[in-house]
């Protein structure tokens, strides 16, 4: 049992889990990783469906915390592409010498507040057992894959893929019938890339959402070196900023820098002209072109509608536009995709689209999916159809914090966290990015290492007063659920009807999970509560 005691466990491997691990290590401490997958990377690992890519620009989603790391590792595209992002994670795990921290294959079943001892006891799904003071879940956001609830699915008798849990052994679209099913990120990413292989691609797209083109380019070497001889600055710039941690510095060499202005100090064609500059720059900063499109119905229905006229202008035919547009969420509000080629894919001949709110799937059969109006044969089918998000990880793991109260209780309304780090009667368990946090709405490397900075610094507190135990008061969480929401309902995102708000999963509580005011307000809170010896915890 002995081998198995550790001042810190830590479940994830992924960008958040590799981070804690260095951090707690740096200190001395004891620490061991538990992660179902066979290799580090988290979702890097598991989404290696075609097409996969990061929406958030190479330079800017990476670890700033070490400058050799920074300089020394090259990329190669704007937005890299899975398999690069996957080989800096293993090129992190192997530079900091992390992997014989990490135990592998090792899903976590239960995780235990021993109250008597003081210490979490974590079981793996081998029954495998690990203690310690600490635990830190550092599960991603976006871990739980979703599957759809279609009659039918277990019986295809085709090749059968979900984009979140594609194989690792390459995937051969040629000569097949394949379909798709889901069009968010996923979904949008993996479109040109099948229709660029496969004999005929069905989409079967029930809501279509908004996307903007990337605009990815291979970076060139002399404004590489340029922005990594400013890195720090840049770097300063994705921690402060209101926005999401993307930077307002540009990241292209030949854009400049964005100057977001209020709609209502613009003209139709100043507004138009903004947008065009930010559809031409690319990528999901154009939600920031102009300022209040995500609080001002009237700035986001310009938007939209520019994005309409876009999709009109690019899709030859006029019917499968229509269908593409989406009419039922403000743009921005659903997370905004990016692709590359994705709507001049429906102009190509072997690509078809399948509106279902026109001709609902009745079921999936044996050799395709059955329509109301046709049976649509197909060889393989693909799904990517989104994740129980933010809090299906935590919940999956059967929780039990003090007095015998498990996560799930607790969360039965919804997520109650305080900062969206800790949640009261689950002492010394943090969650890094977890819901009250910006995470998802921000980049996710710079909020990941904001969460683990804090957390150690918590850590050191602790050392140094002698304590023990901490977990928030319940005055303090409940004021800043309450702040989380107030921030959200003063934007439009709860009219999103998104993952965000948990609208995904049947019956899953209807609550706005991430904190909307942006990283850098986010990061002025957590500095003050720091600096007021960790004001809203309680520690013993
Ligand atoms: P998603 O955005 O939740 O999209 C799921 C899609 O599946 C939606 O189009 C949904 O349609 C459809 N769907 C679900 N159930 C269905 C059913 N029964 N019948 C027909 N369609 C169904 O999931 P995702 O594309 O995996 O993306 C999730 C998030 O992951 C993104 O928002 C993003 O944050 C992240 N992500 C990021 C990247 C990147 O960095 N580039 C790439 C991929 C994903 P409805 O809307 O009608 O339910």
């Avoid at 996923?186 to 229709?195: E, L, M, R, W």
């Avoid at 908004?210 to 970076?219: G, M, T």
């Avoid at 999970?513 to 520690?539: H, I, N, S, T, W």
Wanted: charged share 20%; proline share 5%; hydrophobic share 40%.
């Amino acid at each position: 049992m002995s081998g198995n005691q550790f001042d810190v466990v830590i479940v994830g491997a992924g960008f958040a889990g590799l981070y804690m691990l260095h951090r707690v290590l740096a200190t001395g401490r004891t620490a061991r990783v538990l992660e179902q997958a066979s290799d580090v990377g988290g979702t890097w690992y598991w989404n290696r469906y075609p097409g996969a890519r990061c929406d958030a620009e190479s330079l800017a989603y990476s670890y700033s915390f070490s400058s050799d790391l920074e300089q020394e590792w090259t990329w190669s595209e704007r937005y890299a592409q899975q398999p690069e992002i996957l080989a800096y994670a293993r090129h992190v795990a192997d530079r900091f010498d992390l992997r014989q921290h990490i135990d592998f294959d090792s899903r976590v079943a239960s995780a235990d507040w021993d109250e008597a001892l003081g210490s979490w006891v974590v079981k793996t799904g081998h029954n495998r057992m690990f203690r310690a003071s600490v635990c830190i879940m550092a599960t991603g956001c976006l871990s739980v894959p979703r599957r759809p609830d279609i009659k039918g699915l277990e019986d295809f008798s085709g090749h059968f893929y979900q984009a979140s849990q594609w194989p690792t052994e390459p995937v051969n679209f040629k000569d097949q019938r394949v379909g798709l099913i889901g069009t968010g990120s996923s979904g949008i990413q993996a479109v040109p890339v099948i229709a660029s292989e496969a004999a005929e691609l069905t989409v079967f797209q029930r809501t279509p959402n908004f996307s903007v083109p990337a605009q990815n380019k291979v970076l060139d070497a002399d404004w590489v070196d340029a922005f990594k001889a400013r890195y720090s600055e840049h770097r300063e710039n994705h921690r402060q900023g209101v926005g999401s941690g993307f930077g307002d510095l540009a990241v292209l060499p030949q854009a400049g820098p964005m100057d977001p202005v209020l709609f209502e100090s613009l003209t139709a064609d100043q507004a138009r002209d903004i947008l065009e500059a930010a559809w031409e720059r690319g990528g999901a900063r154009f939600m920031g072109a102009i300022g209040d499109t995500l609080m001002n119905p009237v700035a986001n229905a310009f938007a939209q509608n520019f994005v309409h006229q876009k999709i009109k202008d690019i899709v030859d035919d006029p019917e499968i536009a229509a269908a593409l547009c989406p009419s039922n969420h403000p743009i921005g509000t659903r997370r905004i995709c990016v692709d590359s080629d994705y709507y001049a894919t429906y102009n190509l001949p072997h690509v078809r689209l399948v509106n279902l709110l026109k001709d609902p799937i009745i079921q999936i059969t044996e050799h395709g999916v059955e329509l109301q109006s046709e049976h649509v044969a197909l060889d393989t089918l693909v799904i990517a159809t989104g994740f129980d998000a933010m809090t299906g990880a935590l919940l999956s793991m059967n929780i039990t914090g003090s007095k015998g109260l498990t996560l799930a209780e607790a969360w039965s309304e919804g997520p109650k966290t305080y900062l969206g780090l800790m949640s009261c009667g689950f002492p010394n368990l943090f969650m890094i990015t977890g819901p009250g946090s910006p995470s998802v709405l921000s980049n996710m490397i710079v909020s990941i290492e904001q969460h683990v900075d804090f957390v150690m610094s918590c850590l050191e507190f602790m050392v140094d007063h002698q304590h023990q135990r901490v977990e928030p008061d319940p005055k303090s969480q409940s004021g800043w659920m309450e702040h989380v929401q107030e921030v959200a309902n003063s934007t439009l995102f709860p009219q999103g009807g998104s993952w965000y708000l948990g609208a995904n999963v049947p019956g899953k509580p209807r609550v706005f999970m991430p904190y909307a005011a942006g990283v850098g307000p986010y990061r002025l809170a957590c500095d003050a509560v720091a600096e007021a010896d960790f004001r809203g915890f309680e520690f013993a």
